[in-house]
């Protein structure tokens, strides 16, 4: 820190993004990516968009919004669009946060809620999640915060049910309930229907994951015309063109390439099951995962000890340090390929072990 | 506004961009814009990258920031990216700026400073610029205040002078001196060499304006490694990704082309002397610009009525409601042809008028 920085943050602990070692090629595991390129359609939108950039992007994002609202069945003004989901949740933690709605959110859950929380100087509070790694509705109930809950919850990829969402919504309506759907499209539930009977909703999406644009920055959100207002008020006060040309072309791109992405999804999630059962096989715990994750316990070894005897053999999965999931690690699902060479690691650190 | 928007902010005045209305085809001079599309191999990189979109962009920027480091003679720990120059300067004004150090500039400068300094609940002055709407440096000398200077500054185009500049950053050495630098390859002069005397100079520069990539949305600022290291802590706790894989392959591709932007620069530097010209001999007052773009009144016409009659003709220029400035437009310099439709279409609103 310089001598100039303000003493309001001097406690503001940065976000720390899974890590990009440039020593070696490894096989990536440890940022949740898709394996898959994006669909031929939203690489030709971003090239034909890349020649006109001396233009500024419409900062209204009216043609992306238009097609997300035309796939989610919402009109336009219910929907916002961002560089990345991350930066729309900070924007709804700017909008709806202070002293007087203060947030809550699980001990154990995205790393950067209480970094945005933090940064904005809103106070905050955790709940424990269950002995199984589960968020308990009743936890939440008439919590008398604003509630962040990413649904299915990452690092554990378990997922709260549509009824129990809705339980907080109701036991909430005087606070905004931010559900983080960011991977919801690989076996969850979206609360998106809720939207039309909770005006205390907002959901959160990202084309990270799902759809092969973590490189290209494009999250969104869904919510009541005036709740997306204020997320608006608040884009066009710090960077009103922050999505830019080429991402915006490609998103539009990929939401008439659904079922190319459907089936990128429906290949994940053939891939977890097996590479669940394969961990299962070696002795894991493994947790019931409706991400393109898994986050295993192994008896045999330490959480850190397995991460680092993966990454000498250019395997990189994630670990947390965190006191209650330190056995745990975090492992992203790519190809079949991918998980079998990642399995196979798995083995020989078993038997380097023996 | 929603119930559940934070009081704390309830005053705040969100930017307001140039319009981009859809309903005709426009003659675009009024978001200072390149009129010249971005070099070959920008195009070219961006497109390469396009495909590779599934993967994070690599949150350290490493690449662009070491060329951008060899552009600048700088180490590339002197240097940070971000999605725009707006975010850099929202990143340094969170950083900076507190109750113990407000901000101060001018009355008249670019207008997103002082919605930056709401949104982050910083205490700020503005002072008015002299009766030829130039910067008097002594103004803010011991100003007590973390200074921001737009230089040139806008929409006035008028340019401070590197000693100046330097008496600035000599009577503040407490805070920090934001310099804009936006304009400055259209025949400013920037204050890089400042840098290696000046621990509390920071300089935020934008590949929108003279690398004709605002479409792109990439900004950086320069500094001493600690005030570097201050905004990435701010930049590591909102939007660690947050320029995507495409614009930064542009970015890296733009600073091997430097000759053709020099070019582009030069053709809006001699466009721009060609309208001033023009602008004069039909009686126009134009103050004298350092930029990409005109300031000028017209003693026939009110500023605004001249904006909505170059409108209805199709040619889009820029007006600020300020008392101060309400006889002025901002004109964008486009290519000449597209300066010779401007004239002709002032012309005509003479004619109208007489």
Redesign the interface.
């Known amino acids: 820190?310089?001598?100039?920085?303000?003493?309001?943050?001097d406690q503001?602990t940065?976000?720390?993004?899974g890590e990009?070692p440039?020593d070696r090629k490894y096989l990536?595991l440890n940022?949740n990516?898709?394996?898959?390129?994006?669909s031929p359609g939203?690489?030709r939108a971003?090239?034909e968009?890349?020649?006109?950039?001396?233009?500024?992007?419409?900062?209204?994002s009216?043609a992306l919004r238009r097609a997300l609202g035309e796939r989610y069945g919402l009109e336009p003004e219910r929907i916002m669009v961002s560089?990345?989901s991350?930066?729309v949740l900070?924007y709804a933690f700017?909008?709806?946060?202070?002293e007087?709605?203060p947030l809550v959110f699980p001990d154990i859950t995205y790393g950067f809620y209480p970094?945005?929380a933090?940064?904005n100087r809103i106070p905050y509070r955790t709940i424990p999640l269950d002995g199984n790694f589960r968020i308990r509705p009743e936890d939440y109930y008439d919590s008398g915060s604003?509630v962040v809950l990413a649904n299915p919850n990452a690092p554990t990829g378990i997922a709260l049910e549509p009824d129990q969402v809705e339980d907080i919504l109701k036991r909430n309506r005087e606070?905004?309930v931010i559900l983080d759907e960011a991977y919801v499209d690989f076996g969850g539930v979206s609360a998106r229907p809720l939207l039309e009977r909770y005006?205390?909703l907002l959901i959160v999406q990202t084309f990270?994951k799902s759809r092969?644009?973590?490189?290209?920055?494009l999250g969104f959100a869904m919510g009541?015309e005036?709740?997306i207002?204020?997320l608006?008020?608040?884009?066009?006060?710090?960077?009103?063109?922050?999505v830019?040309?080429?991402?915006a072309a490609?998103g539009i791109a990929a939401l008439r390439e659904q079922a190319y992405y459907d089936d990128c999804c429906r290949k994940i999630v053939e891939n977890r099951a097996w590479t669940k059962e394969r961990l299962e096989e070696l002795g894991f715990s493994v947790l019931p995962s409706r991400t393109n994750f898994l986050f295993a316990r192994w008896d045999r070894m330490g959480g850190e000890a397995l991460y680092l005897a993966l990454k000498r053999r250019g395997i990189l999965i994630r670990h947390f340090g965190l006191e209650r999931i330190k056995d745990y690690n975090r492992i992203t699902i790519g190809t079949r390929e991918q998980m079998e060479t990642f399995i196979a690691g798995v083995r020989e650190c078993l038997e380097e072990k023996a």
Do not use: W
């Open positions: 820190m310089s001598r100039f920085f303000t003493s309001r943050l503001l940065p976000y720390v993004p990009q440039q990536k940022t990516e898709s394996p898959f390129p994006p939203v690489t971003a090239e968009e890349a020649g006109k950039n001396q233009l500024y992007s419409d900062p209204e009216a560089n990345g991350d930066e900070n700017v909008a709806f946060g202070d007087t709605a970094v945005f933090e940064l604003n606070h905004v005006e205390n990270s092969c644009m973590a490189g290209a920055r009541s005036e709740l207002r204020d608006k008020t608040i884009q066009y006060s710090t960077n009103p063109y922050n830019n040309r080429m991402t490609a």
